[in-house]
């Protein structure tokens, strides 16, 4: 069955960088995008960017270019997302979830099940 | 960019009643793009519908969704108890989405 697991729960401090792991199985990883969405408490969805593991081309939301570093290991099969100069409202979890199927968009049809994130001094 | 706005952000309902949510885009787009998500506390979103009326897999059929254009709705026939949730709109082609309504039970 189709899964993404991603890594653990970070603390960090402001200014530092935080690197999220997202390990899939279950599919072809080459074959969908990768997409990166946040939450913060109590708030929505926030749409990060995304990646074609086939490629590594990448597409970043306009609010997250220059600090956001979407990347891949076809390897083992992993995604990861790299958020810089870490300010308290990144407090946040954060979710891979598959998305665009080689060319044809789709919905975003499995996720995981998120990491926290939480920036502190 | 297309912007997507749900009203309302929180309806109170009971078990059993209809439930009507809507999802309004600033522009027109292909309904083949809209997609509804169900979330609950602490668990990741759940793909609802896809191209803007197609149920997801193992999704029940008290949830149905419509539009076009710019106006876009999910109705849930009749309420269970697991339906009191957050539910997000998407438009897949951008990948944004719109600001959420709770469904809460009255």
């Known amino acids: 069955q189709v899964q993404l697991v991603q890594s653990g729960a970070e603390v960090k401090k402001p200014g530092a960088s935080v690197k999220v792991s997202c390990k899939a199985s279950g599919y072809t990883f080459t074959s969908y995008d990768i997409n990166w969405v946040r939450q913060a408490t109590g708030q929505g969805l926030e749409w990060m960017g995304w990646?074609?593991?086939?490629?590594?081309?990448?597409g970043y939301a306009q609010k997250f270019q220059g600090r956001v570093t979407i990347t891949r290991s076809t390897s083992i099969n992993t995604a990861y997302m790299e958020l810089s100069s870490l300010r308290a409202d990144d407090t946040a979890v954060y979710y891979c979830?598959?998305?665009?199927?080689?060319?044809?968009?789709?919905?975003?049809?499995?996720w995981g099940q998120g990491t926290l994130v939480t920036v502190s001094s | 960019e297309i912007v997507l706005t749900q009203s309302p952000g929180t309806l109170s309902l009971s078990p059993g009643e209809r439930a009507t949510l809507s999802c309004r885009a600033s522009?027109?787009?292909?309904?083949?793009?809209l997609a509804w998500y169900q979330q609950k506390p602490g668990q990741a979103p759940r793909l609802l519908i896809y191209?803007?009326?197609n149920r997801a897999t193992g999704i029940p059929d008290r949830f149905s969704g419509s539009g076009s254009g710019t106006d876009f709705t999910l109705t849930i026939s009749r309420l269970e108890p697991e339906d009191f949730a957050l539910y997000y709109c998407q438009q897949y082609g951008s990948s944004l989405f719109g600001g959420g309504t709770k469904v809460e039970i009255k």
């Open positions: 191209g803007a009326s």
């Open positions: 990646i074609n593991p086939n490629s590594g081309n990448t």
């Open positions: 979830a598959r998305g665009r199927f080689l060319e044809w968009l789709q919905p975003f049809d499995y």
């Open positions: 522009q027109s787009f292909s309904s083949d793009y």
